[in-house]
Nanobody, 124 residues
Framework: QVQLVESGGGLVQAGGSLRLSCAAS????????LGWFRQAPGKEQEFVAA????????DYVDSVKGRFTISRDNAKNTVYLQMNSLKPEDTAVYYC?????????????????WGQGTQVTVSS
């Protein structure tokens, strides 16, 4: 079992920055990949970013490349999503998820554990 708790969401103006954190507990942290997903009102869940077990490999959806950075600290059992140059279209509930598979995946249906989400609102 893996428990995930997100934090760091809030209200920010366009062009601003936020850093989301996701603290994990339970299963050995380095034994699973981690991803961030988001869901805006009336829209389907969207993959945002993922990081491998070691932190050495990452993947991003095209719309956030160059603006968002995913990282993990295996000593602190925490994964981060640094979000810069935020846009109103980034407004959504952001979820952290854990995937026990050995490869990075973008399909949220394949992830095994989920946090409760944190709201990010970007005003124009």
């Amino acid at each position: 079992q893996v428990q995930l708790v997100e934090s760091g969401g809030g209200l920010v103006q366009a062009g601003g920055s936020l850093r989301l954190s996701c603290a994990a507990s339970g299963r050995t942290f380095s034994s699973y990949a981690l991803g961030w997903f988001r869901q805006a009102p009336g829209k389907e869940q969207e993959f945002v970013a993922a990081v491998s077990r070691s932190g050495g490999t990452t993947d991003y959806v095209d719309s956030v490349k160059g603006r968002f950075t995913i990282s993990r600290d295996n000593a602190k059992n925490t994964v981060y999503l640094q979000m810069n140059s935020l846009k109103p279209e980034d407004t959504a509930v952001y979820y952290c998820a854990a995937d026990l598979a050995a490869v990075l995946r973008v399909d949220g249906r394949l992830y095994d554990y989920w946090g409760q989400g944190t709201q990010v609102t970007v005003s124009s």
